[in-house]
């Protein structure tokens, strides 16, 4: 395989895996710790906490 | 030729303005010193931007990074690892040099001119190496390790080190909130005397943060070399004149390394030579200017 094309084929599977992990993620419900973190003042971001 | 030595930083300079705006787009929260609450906090955006400040309309993904890990439920984050895969693997250190408010913040303050200004220092090149200590520490080890009874991790970075997080929300919420003006103590002191560092170490040096502390611009260095968006120089152009390098304030040298980890994609050493031999590749697909 050409250089080139090893490095989009290494490119695709990191976007693929990337995206992979994403989902898995949101299946996991980290999404809604995040969000029930960041819609709440976080008082150690701005170091009262 | 003559070429303007600094370049495109006026076009990026815009680009990071616009984007801090759009992301910072909840104006209503600085008048009232509350924070935005809406459905899409569940979002990261690529840069250092603390869901803290009153502006922020997403959030950021060190701070979600360090909530996710430091819960008692989970010790890796799948939904934060994804967004650095993707966007890592998309643009790398792109992000630093044009998506990352704070990134913008020290921009401006090297720009405020003064004779004594420091390219290299003798310890500049290990010190490079702290913001991955941090990463790995007070990131990813302190969260997950250092815990309450239930298992809750702090986000120990955001809590010792972020000053992101000082100027970004601190200082409105503090300046705006009674209710927080009335908590301040050791730590937000603490705090503010490290963003006052940065302040003070961003005029004399160029991204003193982005250098040797940041623990974002560490994970996306990771990716600079992989990243779909690519340096590449142009062997039968190059002159070697060494121009790149010396303009480079990040201390790379394009013609060694043209995707060094250091790389912010700021774009001066394409603007600054002479044979425009430095371009840029996306997915492979040759561009020039």
Same mark, same amino acid.
């Given at each position: ?11 695709? /599977? ?19 710790? /995040?969000?029930?973190?960041? /819609? ?10 | ?45 690529? %840069? ?10 997403? =959030?950021?993904? #060190? ?5 996710? #890990? ?6 890796? =984050?799948? !939904?934060?690892?994804? $967004? ?42 290990? @010190? &490079? ?7 790995? #520490? ?32 601190? @200082?409105?919420? *503090? ?17 503010? $005397? ?10 004399? #040096?160029? &991204? ?42 990040? %201390?790379?040298?394009? *013609?060694?390394?043209?995707? =060094? ?8 050493? &394409? ?8 371009? !840029? ?9």
């Amino acid at each position: 395989m050409h250089l080139k094309d090893k490095g989009s084929a290494l490119t695709a /599977v990191m976007l693929l895996a990337g995206f992979l992990f994403l989902f898995i993620g949101i299946y996991r419900g980290e999404s809604i710790i /995040v969000f029930e973190k960041a /819609v709440n003042i976080c008082l150690e971001c701005i170091g009262i906490g | 030729m003559v070429k303007n030595k600094n370049g495109n930083d006026g076009f990026r300079h815009i680009i990071q303005a616009v984007w801090t705006l759009i992301t910072n787009a909840y104006i209503i929260g600085f008048i009232r010193g509350k924070i935005y609450q809406g459905k899409i906090k569940n979002v990261c955006v690529p %840069g250092l931007n603390c869901y803290s400040c009153p502006g922020a309309v997403a =959030s950021c993904p #060190i701070g979600a990074l360090q909530a996710v #890990i430091g819960s008692y439920e989970y010790k890796f =984050s799948f !939904y934060i690892a994804g $967004f650095f895969i993707i966007i890592g693997t998309l643009m790398g250190r792109f992000v630093c040099g044009y998506l990352c408010p704070f990134g913008l913040f020290q921009d401006l303050l090297n720009k405020i001119p003064l004779k004594f200004k420091i390219n290299s220092f003798k310890y500049d090149k290990i @010190l &490079r190496y702290l913001k991955y200590c941090i990463l790995i #520490i007070f990131v990813i080890l302190m969260p997950i390790f250092i815990t309450d009874i239930i298992g809750q991790g702090f986000p120990w970075f955001c809590k010792l080190i972020c000053p992101a997080g000082t100027l970004e929300g601190g @200082l409105p919420l *503090v300046a705006l909130n009674d209710a927080m003006k009335s908590a301040v103590g050791f730590l937000y002191g603490w705090k503010c $005397f490290i963003l006052i560092a940065v302040v003070i170490l961003s005029v004399i #040096i160029y &991204r003193p943060f982005c250098k040797y502390v940041c623990p974002l611009g560490a994970i996306y260095s990771l990716f600079n070399p992989i990243s779909a968006f690519k340096y590449r120089i142009n062997t039968d152009k190059c002159i070697n004149c060494n121009m790149c390098a010396n303009i480079c304030k990040m %201390g790379c040298n394009p *013609v060694e390394n043209p995707n =060094s980890m250091e790389c912010i994609r700021c774009g001066k050493c &394409r603007s600054i030579c002479p044979e425009e031999a430095i371009e !840029y590749t996306f997915f492979n697909s040759h561009k020039n200017r």
